[in-house]
């Protein structure tokens, strides 16, 4: 294929703005998929991304799309139409603000990118995020109003808004619908004028290699167990075959392309992949480790250094993962490992615990990413899990001078061992409308943010940027914003920085025990507060004994909130019947002896359950 009739692309926006429709749509249109076959988000094909109605892996898909083009002739002659064959090369992008790293890897692809917005909606935290980045990318933006057949769409007042966004003219902006189809066919031709081709990209930048040795970059991949690691990649220059010596750069690891083909979405066959072109290689390696997002693929005869490839994604949000039953420790090893080949992202380290056994402590982009990656894990593997309580990172100076960073809030040192503690801040926008500015203020502030600046956006609508600690945001922030704005609200962040932080350890004690699993960092002025509330719902949900015990919370170095569990009220004398009442009397005694050293000297077994309760929010 010549480079040149070549254009990469992707679609960007907030979640729910109706990208994999438009997606859905350009498939059909093209041909790519029967219209016989076609189904809703077709390029989702997560049991769960259909059921969420959310994007979660990036997708390619290749088409082929015929433009007419006019020819001129000699002065007095008819011009002439002429149709031109061009592949279109899309990659689908998640849309929730967690999956930003799969959007990074997706437009470093391509040269260009369609800015979806919602003309029902407007534009969006995450729109902005999202243009930014590609922006940073140096990719060519077109920007696009979608569901402008919606009866609650304000299309003209929306187009106003992308403009004054992007600085373009109206004419600039594109109008479609994903449902129905209109201005779908439009919009490829104008991805064929606007976006350059690769070939127009790296000439521009002055980075064609003259060489034209065959060198590509890995944007992502996944494992089969037929056929090992199949790496995607785009091929920065030359052309790779079948049956080809081919070189991990950074893994210095040589193999033969088994196989190399192009997305239809399937995985299809292809005689060769050129320059400019988005495919895949199997490799048959069946290692883990060995393939990795960023690292360059190229011919094993190849001397020059690796292509630049992408920051390490930095996991934000930790949490402990247990099987339910310790039988099932070496089944969750491997669905850990199998999970890691397809999303890179995620990090995993065995740990143990004293009270849930042998786990895993486990790195995610986001609390979204860890509600999808724990869902599989179940879903695919059939495994029941218990989740500890989502922690952030800490870094703690110690008395001495000595720097620890903490992952795990059972490992937070004591208060009195501790000189200074800082933790990740994030730069967040909100887009809201007015009259929820009030309350939007109160939430912030129990959420310990601190406001930067408020500004008008659009029509009727205001923009507030705040510095918050991540801790805050994980606190069901974004479920009170959407509830307190009737979900109109939208919410972007970036982390930007580490602050000073005024946090505590709280522990929990059951009948006088530490219970690791339950341990959490929390703000200092919150503390009572949050006692409270662990103390009384495990009051509410752990069993009764034969014996009384305590629940208790300590902090500071001292209880600060406790309730007890009385002791199942058994008889021992209740079935005797009649002979000399002594005889009743010295059993009870010897019963309430037997309580008191069960007291003193029993433990309590915290049922599974009751660890999966702790940790859902409103149970």
């Known amino acids: ?5 070549i254009r990469n692309f992707s679609i960007i926006a907030h979640i729910d703005h109706g990208k994999s429709t438009l997606a859905d749509r350009m498939l059909e249109i093209t041909g790519t998929i029967e219209k016989r076959k076609m189904q809703e988000q077709v390029l989702d094909s997560m049991e769960l991304e259909r059921e969420r109605g959310i994007t979660i892996k990036m997708q390619p898909v290749r088409m082929a799309w015929s433009m007419e083009r006019e020819e001129g002739t000699q002065q007095g002659e008819a011009t002439k139409q002429s149709k031109e064959e061009y592949i279109l090369n899309l990659i689908d992008t998640p849309g929730h603000i967690d999956f930003s790293y799969e959007v990074s890897r997706a437009l470093k692809a391509v040269e260009g990118s369609i800015l979806l917005v919602d003309a029902t909606q407007g534009v969006q935290a995450q729109t902005l995020t999202t243009l930014n980045m590609a922006r940073e990318a140096g990719l060519t933006i077109i920007p696009v109003v979608s569901k402008i057949d919606s009866p609650l769409s304000s299309t003209d007042e929306v187009v106003a808004e992308v403009c004054q966004l992007l600085g373009c003219e109206k004419s600039e902006v594109l109008k479609v619908s994903g449902r129905t189809g209109e201005g779908v066919a439009h919009l490829l031709d104008q991805i064929v004028l606007r976006v350059p081709s690769p070939i127009e990209a790296t000439e521009k930048l002055a980075s064609r290699d003259s060489s034209q040795a065959f060198r590509s970059l890995i944007f992502d991949f996944q494992y089969s167990n037929h056929t090992g690691v199949i790496v995607f990649v785009r091929v920065m220059s030359g052309e790779v075959k079948r049956h080809d010596r081919l070189l991990f750069k950074i893994a210095e690891r040589e193999f033969e392309a088994i196989e190399v083909g192009i997305f239809k979405p399937d995985n299809t066959p292809a005689e060769r992949l050129g320059e400019g072109e988005i495919g895949y290689i199997v490799t ?14 190229s011919s094993n005869k190849d001397a020059l250094p690796p292509l630049p490839g992408y920051m390490s994604p930095r996991p934000v949000v930790w949490a ?20 890691r080949l397809t999303d890179s992202s995620f990090t995993y380290e065995e740990e143990s615990s004293g009270t849930l056994g042998k786990g895993y402590r486990c790195g995610f982009l986001g609390m979204l990413h860890m509600e999808i990656i724990t869902e599989r894990l179940r879903r695919e593997f059939n495994l029941e899990l218990v989740v500890t309580q989502p922690s952030i990172t800490y870094s703690v100076t110690m008395k001495g001078g000595k720097e620890v960073t903490i992952y795990s809030p059972a490992l937070f040192p004591d208060d009195h061992d501790i000189i200074a503690v800082s933790e990740p801040i994030v730069t967040m926008k909100i887009i809201t409308p007015p009259t929820y500015l009030g309350v939007l203020m109160r939430l912030l502030y129990e959420h310990e943010a601190e406001v930067l600046a408020t500004e008008n956006f659009g029509d009727n609508r205001t923009m507030l940027t705040s510095h918050m600690p991540l801790r805050e ?16 609200a939208s919410i972007s962040y970036d982390i930007t920085e580490n602050r000073k932080a005024d946090v505590i350890r709280m522990d929990i004690m059951v009948a006088d025990e530490p219970v ?14 949050e006692a409270t509330q662990m103390v009384e719902k495990l009051h509410r949900i752990m069993p009764r004994e034969l014996f009384t015990y305590k629940i208790q919370a300590k902090a500071f170095g001292r209880i600060i909130a406790s309730e007890s569990i009385s002791g199942k009220k058994k008889d021992a004398a209740a079935t005797l019947s009649g002979g000399d009442i002594t005889r009743k009397m010295k059993l009870r005694e010897k019963q309430k002896e037997g309580r008191k050293r ?19 929010a409103g149970e």
């Open 1 to 5: 294929m010549n480079p040149a009739n």
């Open 284 to 297: 048959g390696i069946k290692e883990p480790g060995v393939a990795s997002v960023g690292d360059t693929v």
């Open 320 to 339: 402990s993962i247990y099987p339910l039953s310790q039988d099932d420790l070496s089944l969750l090893r491997q669905a850990l490992g199998r999970l």
């Open 473 to 488: 945001l994980m606190r069901n922030f974004f479920d009170e914003v959407k509830s307190a704005t009737s979900g109109y």
């Open 516 to 529: 690791v699993a339950f341990a959490r960092v929390i703000s200092r002025r919150r503390a009572q507060e």
């Open 598 to 616: 069960l007291k003193e000297h029993g433990a309590v077994n915290i049922p599974q359950d009751v660890f999966v309760k702790m940790m859902r």
